[in-house]
């Protein structure tokens, strides 16, 4: 929760950045480009400036837009690392029941985009399909 008011997110956005926040230890940085600094906090700070400023000389990786941009010092390699967390996950795997008539049916979806498609199943059998639009977000 003071993550999600720290950064104005929602709660459930604020897990996926802590998340894709602790991954940036174990996976390379998405750009790489140079800045000459006195020191690393100057850096990250010259950093921030360019990419805020949208500078087109960095790198397209660097100025793409997405959810949020993590810039970070890396005192073991004297750098500063960017990483760019999309909070929007295009596919999506579904899991649920539909009730009908008293009867509980297991109902699997996948959703891409704004477009969804479920299916429920008596057993072994499919029972019905529903496609449903996504008309709003937020």
Known sequence: ??????????????KVIRSEIIKTETRSPDGQFTVVATNLDKATK?????IKKEDDKLPKVALEKTDRTVITKNEDNQTVDIYKINLNKAHKIK????????????????????????VQFDGSKI???????TVVQW
């Open 46 to 50: 010259e950093a921030q400036s360019l």
């Open 1 to 14: 929760d003071k993550l999600a008011k720290g950064i104005d997110v929602n709660p459930e956005q604020a």
């Open 95 to 118: 899991a649920g029941v539909t009730v009908i008539d008293d009867k509980v049916y297991p109902t699997v979806g996948y959703q891409a985009g704004r477009v969804e498609g479920l």
């Open 127 to 133: 029972k019905g399909a529903t496609v449903m639009y």
